[in-house]
């Protein structure tokens, strides 16, 4: 079995190899790529379709659905993801089964079972590759049923007491130091327990915009935008941030639309 892994962290990328070796060991990485260009680039050069891709929702350069309108990937795909379980099971209806991060070994089992019953069908005889999926109307799905449980607010700590944090007050979260700060428009830093990808996937899209792997930022915290070099941004918040943001050419793009700028 030759399997295909489009993941950008470097500590999911092993939990699934070392995961997928416990359960497959006559599995063969072909490759990894933690961005959808990179992985853009391997299918337009013709390589060997894979049996198998494990596919990460967001990538280095924005989401992992933007390859399917670039490419046909006609491979079956195993997607890992921290959306909220029940949300999941809108996908698992229509026969595209999700890991949950983190990732346990019984739901590795139970995703490489479908995907060897759903190949017995195509190996059988000569029948042609199933056509490619249109994820389109799933993720609307997710969407919806995600949509009325977006996180509205926080308990945070604060010296020997818990603190209300409402989503109107927040203007971003940032990893400093392998933490994650959330930070109010007023200016008061909390550390939170969850990971970046856990809050993306709670907050109201609509209201958050992943600029980076380390920041995840509110729609009214953006004081302006600047063009940057080769394309991309240069983004500025209020309150300020440690770093210079700078938004990947990519990414770029889907935060002009964001904002509705094209």
């Given at each position: ?27 063969r ?8 260009s ?28 933007e ?12 997607f ?9 099971e ?19 089992v ?79 830093e ?16 609509q ?24 394309g ?18 990519a ?12």
């Amino acid at each position: 079995m030759h399997v295909l892994i489009l993941e950008d962290e470097a500590s999911a990328v092993s939990a699934l190899t070392r995961l997928l070796q416990e359960c497959r060991p006559e599995a063969r990485v072909l490759a990894v790529f933690d961005s959808v260009s990179t992985a853009q680039a391997w299918f337009e050069a013709g390589t060997r379709a894979p049996d198998l891709i494990f596919m990460d929702i967001h990538l280095a350069d924005g989401s992992s659905f933007e390859l399917f309108r670039r490419v046909t990937i006609s491979s079956p795909v195993i997607f890992t993801t921290a959306y909220d379980q029940h949300a999941l099971e809108a996908f698992r209806v229509n026969g595209i089964d999700y890991l949950l991060k983190p990732l346990l070994k019984e739901d590795m089992v139970r995703s490489l079972a479908k995907f060897e019953s759903l190949r017995h069908h195509y190996t059988t005889g000569p029948a042609p590759a199933p056509p490619a999926p249109d994820f389109g109307p799933l993720l609307r799905t997710m969407q919806q049923l995600a949509g009325p449980g977006y996180k509205t607010s926080w308990l945070v700590h604060h010296k020997a007491k818990l603190v209300p944090v409402s989503v109107e007050d927040v203007a971003h979260f940032s990893i400093r130091h392998g933490l994650v700060f959330l930070t109010t428009f007023a200016g008061r830093e909390y550390e939170v327990t969850q990971t970046l990808d856990e809050l993306e996937a709670a907050v109201d899209p609509q209201r958050f915009f992943r600029g980076s792997r380390q920041l995840l930022f509110a729609r009214r915290s953006v004081t302006e935008m600047e063009p940057y070099y080769n394309g991309r941004l240069l983004v500025r918040l209020a309150p300020a941030v440690r770093e210079e943001i700078i938004v990947s050419k990519a990414r770029a793009a889907e935060l002009k639309h964001w904002f509705g700028a094209i």
